[in-house]
């Protein structure tokens, strides 16, 4: 289900970082608008805003076995057979070419990328 208050902050994460701004900038902007974090803090942090990034249900998949426990501690998984994915599971906030080009961006921006 999509909640349309949410739904709008979740677009402008994606379109303010589509559009170059840093996590930092985006987190000001949130707190600017007066949106609190997902734990109800008036600053969001660097790593929320990335994970939001990141996740792919936003553009209606889902993703299951992301991760798994090995000797009691949840690890990722990067075993891409033990993974199930269900495209198109539920209705998009972020279109598909939105959320692929900030995959690239946020690839880019990372230092461990760079040459």
């Known amino acids: 289900m999509v909640y349309p208050a949410e739904a709008i902050y979740v677009f402008h994460i994606f379109e303010r970082f589509a559009a170059g701004d840093s996590l930092?900038?985006?987190?000001?902007?949130?707190a600017r608008m007066g949106v609190l974090s997902p734990t109800g803090k008036e600053?969001?942090?660097?790593?929320?805003?990335?994970?939001?990034?990141?996740?792919?249900k936003y553009c209606g998949n889902v993703v299951l076995g992301k991760t798994q426990f090995k000797n009691g501690v949840q690890i990722t998984n990067n075993d891409?057979?033990?993974k199930t994915v269900m495209m198109s599971h539920h209705p998009a906030i972020i279109a598909k070419?939105?959320?692929?080009?900030?995959?690239?961006?946020?690839k880019r921006r990372c230092r461990s990328y760079r040459k």
């Open 24 to 30: 930092g900038k985006i987190s000001a902007s949130l």
């Open 97 to 106: 070419d939105l959320f692929e080009l900030v995959q690239t961006e946020k």
């Open 80 to 82: 891409l057979n033990t």
């Open 43 to 56: 600053i969001w942090s660097k790593e929320t805003i990335s994970k939001i990034l990141n996740n792919e």
